[in-house]
């Protein structure tokens, strides 16, 4: 027994380099190639990140930035755009280019019909490819067009170093518009920045939740020729009860990936891991999830930001003065919005958060009450960990001859 599974392991290691040889997807180092923000913590994953989902600050990374292939978590950005784009009532047919996906499959021939709503848990909780490009076909008509959604939605997120090709995450290459090629892949800090969209942030997120926390969930095609029963293979929802939902993934070029969210008592994480890992190990995400979750809630405690700094009064150019402006001179008051002072974000003992205001020297009138000015920046370690926004409190009109009227006579008439 104990020879078959060492040939096991020898003919695995063999398959894997074929893969990447062919593939052109950068072999994974085995390795630890960067150093880990805190040595202390032992991860299988090549690349991994904790992050603050309530501000999106990085809490621990390892190769955080590093590009990699991510296979089934891509399917939280196929959810949540047919939650935000989509009804869950609709009818979904199935094509003949999803029927012929590949495993792990629904297995519904073409032209079989279902509701929208019926699919997401298909997608979510078995991962099937198929469901994941019937959706992507419902909502913007062909998968290529649906990648450019993707797309743009990373953007708008700020996940710069993301590339959707593919709705279901199978390792594919591809040529961008400016002519680039490039390949399906994410970074972790990108990965995590898109569940912590899904989970809090999305018009949709509460339908998100209710769908990748469902432990099983049976429905029929809406012609009853079929009936199909799904199970949740996120096992990490019964592993810490904190635990908010999540997304496993595997493929030959990604090896086992995962995503996932937690809140505790108001302290909100979000995780990802990349390349954690190639058969036979497909527990270590697991273990690996649970290192990174536990470092964040022994070592991180929501504290406030503190309020808003003394604002003083901006000079107004060519504003007509109010009183006690002087002759000449005026100035307008400025006020931060509501809520300020309350804002919150996950610390360590001893970080020190820094403020700085970011308002002009001088305004050009006319300036109304509730124009916005400017903005106060929280920082932690250097990094923006939230903003305030700065209004004008009042209107300060600009001088025009109506006024140089009334100010001459009122000279003369002394």
Not at 135 to 156: I, P, T
Not at 164 to 183: C, H, M, S, W, Y
Not at 298 to 314: D, I, S
Not at 364 to 393: F, K, M, N, R
Request: hydrophobic share 35%.
């Amino acid at each position: 027994m104990m020879r078959n599974k060492s040939l096991l392991k020898q003919f695995l290691v063999i398959v894997c380099t074929a893969f990447f040889c062919v593939s052109g997807i950068p072999f994974p180092a085995m390795a630890q190639e960067e150093e880990e923000q805190d040595p202390s913590l032992r991860l299988n994953a090549q690349s991994a990140v904790l992050m603050d989902g309530r501000t999106g600050r990085v809490l621990y990374g390892k190769n955080e930035e590093t590009v990699r292939p991510m296979a089934s978590t891509t399917k939280i950005m196929t959810c949540i755009l047919a939650l935000e784009h989509g009804n869950v009532e609709d009818e979904v047919t199935v094509s003949s280019y999803a029927a012929g996906q590949p495993k792990v499959h629904l297995g519904a021939p073409a032209g079989r019909r279902f509701l929208m709503g019926d699919l997401l848990y298909s997608l979510m909780l078995e991962s099937h490819n198929d469901t994941a490009v019937m959706l992507a076909e419902y909502v913007a008509g062909d998968v290529e067009s649906f990648g450019a959604m993707m797309n743009d939605k990373a953007r708008e997120l700020g996940c710069g170093d993301t590339w959707f090709i593919t709705p279901n995450g199978l390792d594919a290459r591809g040529v961008t518009a400016d002519g680039k090629e490039r390949f399906h892949s994410t970074t972790a800090r990108d990965l995590a920045r898109i569940m912590s969209y899904c989970t809090w942030e999305s018009p949709k997120s509460r339908e998100f939740l209710e769908i990748t926390r469902t432990q099983n969930y049976y429905f029929t095609d809406l012609d009853q020729k079929g009936s199909y029963s799904c199970v949740n293979h996120n096992a990490f929802l019964s592993m810490m009860e904190q635990a908010l939902s999540g997304k496993t993934g595997f493929t030959g070029g990604a090896g086992y990936s995962y995503v996932a969210s937690l809140e505790d008592g108001g302290r909100t994480y979000v995780i990802a891991l990349l390349g954690c890992g190639w058969p036979p190990h497909k527990t270590w995400k697991w273990s690996d999830a649970r290192t990174l979750f536990r470092y964040g809630l022994e070592e991180y405690e929501n504290r406030t930001l503190g309020g808003a700094p003394n604002l003083k009064p901006v000079a107004v150019t060519d504003g007509i003065p109010g009183e006690g402006d002087g002759e000449w001179a005026a100035r307008v008051r400025l006020a931060v919005g509501e809520g300020h002072g309350e804002r919150q974000a996950l610390m360590r003992e001893g970080e020190q958060v820094e403020v700085r205001t970011e308002i002009p020297g001088e305004l050009q009138a006319p300036v109304y009450e509730g124009d916005l000015v400017g903005q106060i920046v929280y920082c932690l370690d250097g990094v923006s960990v939230c903003t305030e926004p700065v209004y004008a409190a009042e209107t300060v009109e600009r001088i025009g001859l109506p006024w140089c009227l009334r100010q001459t006579v009122g000279f003369f008439l002394q």
